[in-house]
Every structure is written in C-alpha cells, then in structure tokens.
Nanobody
Framework: QVQLVDSGGGLVQAGGSLRLSCAASGRTFSRYAMGWFRQAPGKEREFVATINWSGSNTYYADSVKGRFTISQDNAKNTVYLQMNSLKPEDTAVYYC??????????????WGQGTQVTVSS
C-alpha cells in the first residue's frame, strides 16, 4: 500500500522559514517524480514545485521561485520543501504527490494527507 506522509507545517511570521517533509513508502519510487501542491481556503489546488527521481530537473511556480527549494533523499524515499521568506499569501494546506515520469501534475495517483502552513503578517 503506497503511503505519502507530509509533515513540517506550522505557524510562522512573515519572512520566516519552514521545511516540509514527505516520506513515501509502499513501493519502489524509482523513475517517479515527486512534488508539492498547495490549496488555500476557497481556492483551487495549485502547483508549487516538482523534482524528478534523479534530482536533475526541478520546476517551480513563479510565485515561489527564489524562495522555495525542493530536494530529495532517495535513500529515505523522502522529498523536502524548504520555504524561506514566507509571505501571508503562502498560507495553505500543502500536499506532496508522486507520479511516474519527470514531473507531477494534478493527476498524480499518490497524495499525502496535507500539512497546514500559516504565515502571519
């Protein structure tokens, strides 16, 4: 049974930092991309960042470029999202996802349960 477990969310002041983690288990994730999406209240889920299995390709939403960094530890089947210079508009539930291929999209078959990030002004 495939399971993605998100963690690391919390309450932080604007300008602060958080690091999210997503631990994957239940299958071999070789050649799977992993990534992060977020959903704010009343809004649709939106793409944040994605990384391929080898780590050679990363993509970011324009809204987080230069502030967020996605990385992974394949030995631990874990992907991270380092979030710096956080803004109130980053407030959302953050979900990790896994999908065969180079990038993750909203059609990814595997999702974490979500972790709340709240940025106060």
């Amino acid at each position: 049974q495939v399971q993605l477990v998100d963690s690391g969310g919390g309450l932080v002041q604007a300008g602060g930092s958080l690091r999210l983690s997503c631990a994957a288990s239940g299958r071999t994730f070789s050649r799977y991309a992993m990534g992060w999406f977020r959903q704010a209240p009343g809004k649709e889920r939106e793409f944040v960042a994605t990384i391929n299995w080898s780590g050679s390709n990363t993509y970011y939403a324009d809204s987080v470029k230069g502030r967020f960094t996605i990385s992974q530890d394949n030995a631990k089947n874990t992907v991270y999202l380092q979030m710096n210079s956080l803004k109130p508009e980053d407030t959302a539930v953050y979900y990790c996802a896994a999908q065969f291929g180079v990038v993750v999209t909203t059609t990814a078959p595997y999702w974490g349960q979500g972790t709340q990030v709240t940025v106060s002004s």
